[in-house]
Nanobody, 124 residues
Framework: QVHLVESGGGLVQAGGSLRLSCAAS????????MGWFRQAPGKERDFVAA????????EYSDSVKGRFTISRDNAKNTVYLQMNSLLPEDTAVYYC?????????????????WGQGTQVTVSS
């Protein structure tokens, strides 16, 4: 069974950068698409970025495209989210998730395993 643990969140000023990591246990990590979602207080969980099993394809929400980059290192069982040019509206709890499929999806209901989340706070 695969478990997901996020890290790398914190407090940063607007315009700054953070890199989130999601470490997965289990030997079959490389078979799965992975995604990042976020949830701000009082709001629904929203799609941020996703990556295919090989890392060959990625997709992003319009709100982060050009600022965030998702990547993965299957040898380290880890997926990353590099966040640049952060804005106060990026403040949220960020979750990584696994989808039981090869190719990425924006649809949260297609993800079957979630991490516990890591808080990102961007001050203005």
């Amino acid at each position: 069974q695969v478990h997901l643990v996020e890290s790398g969140g914190g407090l940063v000023q607007a315009g700054g950068s953070l890199r989130l990591s999601c470490a997965a246990s289990g030997r079959t990590f490389s078979n799965y698409a992975m995604g990042w979602f976020r949830q701000a207080p009082g709001k629904e969980r929203d799609f941020v970025a996703a990556i295919s099993w090989s890392g060959g394809s990625t997709e992003y929400s319009d709100s982060v495209k050009g600022r965030f980059t998702i990547s993965r290192d299957n040898a380290k069982n880890t997926v990353y989210l590099q966040m640049n040019s952060l804005l106060p509206e990026d403040t949220a709890v960020y979750y990584c998730a696994k989808a039981p499929r090869y190719y990425s999806t924006r649809n949260s209901v297609e993800y079957d395993l979630w991490g516990q989340g890591t808080q990102v706070t961007v001050s203005s």
